[in-house]
């Protein structure tokens, strides 16, 4: 069973769900979640678990040069079971979004297909498959606001959302670089270079580190958010001087700290 949860990588559940949480108290929720908040929490947690699994199966022979330690890359789960894991997951997932309204049901079917179509394909593109992921991390806040039935007051935060995820997408091509080069994955890595890489990402960066202050001028967030988002900022732009083999973690960390921001800001602790 740990293994299978391995599989799911649940700390980009939890905080998919965390962020399912901040869009709902975004778009005038109450503090605890009712039923409908707590079947999109669900959905997301199972979605995104499903997401990680279909990834692994397709990408096993990869990770085995870049990840060896993973569930399918280790042996110790099969493809099969991986796959058929990853199905129940979706289907279980996308039954949770049908119990909240159509909105919800709609958006959950799609963000699957493109989680599959992700994995089989689109992680092999250039920029176009990490813009994907951006773009669904920054919807995870969307659907938040999709469950209340207004989704406009969370785009602010969706937005920095994907920019951060942007950056962190683009170093993780650097880290991944060996073994996407031995099976011919086209990424922004193997076709730019290093360098060139990092600028790219270092720019996702600083847009978003300026854009981070937004939220708290227009009113959203209180001043909470303001206090930690500097620390995350600080973070955020030490993973521009760090060697580049710590960048992606630098930004995952500072991801963290920026999601803290936004529970600190919007329940005005």
Known sequence: ??????????????????????????????????????????????????????????????????????????????????????????????????????????????????????????????????????????LTFVFGGIIIGDYTPVLPLALLAFLSNTAREIYKTIDDALGDRIYNVNSLAIKLGVVKTRIIGNTFLIVAVAFSFVPYILGMLGIMYLFFVLFADIVFLSAIVAPAKYGSKLIKIAMFIALIAFITGVVRL
């Open 1 to 138: 069973m740990t293994t299978y949860l391995k599989l799911m990588r649940p700390l980009n559940g939890i905080m998919s769900v965390i962020a399912v949480w901040i869009g709902t108290l975004i778009a005038g929720a109450a503090l605890v979640p009712d039923n409908g908040i707590f079947f999109g929490m669900v959905a997301v947690f199972l979605i995104s678990g499903g997401g990680m699994a279909i990834n692994d199966f397709f990408d096993v022979e990869i990770d085995k040069l870049n990840k060896p330690n993973r569930p399918l890359a280790s042996g110790k789960i099969s493809k099969r079971a991986a796959l058929v894991f990853s199905g129940v997951l979706f289907i279980v997932g996308n039954a949770a979004a049908y119990m909240i309204n159509a909105e919800a049901f709609f958006t959950a079917v799609i963000v699957s297909a493109l989680l599959i179509a992700y994995a089989a394909h689109l992680k092999k593109t250039i920029l176009i498959g990490n813009l994907i992921i951006s773009g669904l991390v920054g």
